[in-house]
């Protein structure tokens, strides 16, 4: 049954998957003004992104067995909101640092990537258990929910990929859609808090 | 039945007519050397065969084949006697072999991201390595902010990085130029060769524009690539650029350069902007280069 706060999760499930690709595929154009455009570049990313997600599906498993909440999956989300806004803000002078003291353009980009996306790449990570925790009844439909959330999320993903590269990067500032997605994040996170406090009110009326 | 055959011998006949010598996929494209006859040529990707790279007469390697590559030769009317010669994008690496010819003391640095061009470049194409004439495997934009770096200064910088499907887009930025722009020698040009059509077109001049403001463009004929001249102080007098035409004319006919032509086909882009004045700059922060190039 899909009530309402079932669908915000899955809808926020969505726009996270959609906001990690978008970053990623940012994260190319971030890198070559000091690293270039050869392979490895590419290489340190997808790296740095799959070693974050994995450990961010650890984190979030583990935060979701004392007692979970809608709010406090709401705080993922604005945690993440606030770790993404660095990579806009501060990229430049990093990476310049990162240049000046390595020479070799893999293991630079390989320490530039860690430094500006492994943490918010964490954070983002913790969503996806989080959310088969917050869906899952019973045991019998526990697979079902995954799948369920794999598929918007990865939904998202795909669309993030492909709007990010084929539209936003024409009409918009790399560091612009950078905060979109630090904007549209946090909003969603204090959306899931609001709803939260809503429907707790009115259990306590009821 | 019969009609498909036929179809079928046909392209056989035509494609041995261009015989591929030497076939390589490399780590960022296709790289084929074709020969027609007498030339050789280097292409990127099969599909695109059209567009070549670099090409070469076998009898006369001396003979430059492209009229973009002859343009090139116009940074010559903007200054003397190179010592420090800087080619991003090497190609077959003619332009490297030309510059050594005339200028036997000149230090030349070439700057490939493929390592499998300079292969070829070696192998087909006669590219000559010297302990003036140097090669590097390197994306451009990193050679120059380390050139930056280290001081270093050029006094001919040759941008030649684009293959005309496929635009590196961090090299057409507003920051690289500026990058160039601060490992230019007092006294010295930047020459790019770069898109004549498309969108494009309005946003490399405004970009090039805002970092070096006017340039020269160079064009004779239509259709045809342009060379930008920029990162110069004054505009060379007519009296001293026709001083340097006699002077270059006879060294550059061997290489089929009409120098003479060239100068004629150069134009300032002062009082005489052919792009809208509100055309946005490409920067680090907005360059879908590829995208605009329609």
């Known amino acids: 049954m899909l009530n309402k706060t079932n669908a915000l999760i899955y809808f926020l499930a969505f726009s996270s998957g959609f906001s990690i690709m978008g970053i990623e595929l940012l994260g190319g154009r971030i890198l070559a003004p000091f690293f270039g455009s050869s392979v490895h570049i590419w290489g340190s990313i997808i790296t740095v992104f799959m070693l974050s997600l994995s450990f961010g599906y650890l984190l979030g498993g583990k935060l979701s067995i004392k007692r979970p909440s809608l709010t406090k999956y709401g705080s993922i989300f604005l945690l993440a909101s606030i770790m993404v806004v660095p990579i806009a803000l501060f990229a430049e002078p990093i990476m310049e640092f990162i240049f000046t003291h390595i020479e070799d353009s893999r293991y630079g980009s390989l320490l530039a990537s860690t430094a500006l996306f492994f943490v918010p790449t964490i954070i983002l990570g913790m969503i996806s258990p989080y959310s088969v925790r917050l869906l899952v009844t019973d045991s019998e439909h526990s697979g079902q929910v995954a799948g369920g959330l794999y598929f918007v999320s990865t939904l998202g993903s795909a669309l993030g990929t492909i709007i990010t590269s084929f539209y936003m990067v024409l009409a918009f500032d790399v560091n612009t859609i950078i905060l979109g997605f630090a904007t549209t994040l946090g909003l969603l996170g204090l959306l899931a808090i609001a709803v939260n406090q809503l429907t707790n009110k009115e259990t306590k009326h009821v | ?135 590097k495997v390197q994306d451009g934009r990193i050679f120059v902010k380390r050139a930056a770096l280290k001081k270093q200064q050029y006094d001919w910088i040759i941008l030649d990085a684009f293959n005309g499907d496929y635009i590196p887009e961090h090299l057409l930025t507003k920051e690289f130029f500026e990058e160039v722009k601060s490992v230019l020698a007092p006294n010295g040009i930047v020459a790019a060769n770069t898109f004549s059509s498309s969108k494009l077109y309005e946003h490399e001049s405004a970009t090039y524009h805002a970092v070096f403001g006017d340039f020269i463009n160079v064009i004779t004929e239509k259709n045809s690539n342009r060379i930008i001249l920029a990162g110069f102080d004054n505009m060379p007098t007519e009296q001293s650029i026709a001083a340097r035409v006699k002077k270059l004319a006879p060294l550059l006919s061997p290489y089929d350069v009409d120098i003479k032509a060239i100068s004629k086909g150069m134009q300032s882009t002062k009082n005489n902007q052919d792009w809208p004045s509100d055309t946005k700059i490409l920067t680090d922060q907005y360059s879908p280069a590829n995208l605009l190039n329609f």
Do not use: W
């Open chain 2, 1 to 135: 039945m019969f009609k498909y055959l036929i179809a079928a011998l046909l392209l056989t006949a035509f494609s041995a007519y261009a015989d591929v010598i030497h076939q390589e996929r490399s780590l960022y494209r296709n790289i084929l050397v074709e020969e027609t006859g007498d030339l050789r040529c280097l292409k990127f990707d099969e599909k695109t065969r059209k567009s070549s790279q670099s090409c070469m007469y076998k009898s006369k390697p001396q003979k430059l084949v492209f009229n973009y590559t002859k343009l090139t030769f116009a940074s010559l009317l903007m200054i003397d006697n190179p010592q420090n010669v800087l080619i991003i994008g090497l190609g077959g690496g003619t332009l490297s072999n030309v510059i050594h010819q005339l200028y036997p003391t000149a230090s030349i640095e070439n700057v490939e991201i493929d390592p499998a061009v300079i292969k070829v470049a070696r192998d087909f194409f006669d590219f000559k390595e010297t302990d003036k004439v140097t090669s």
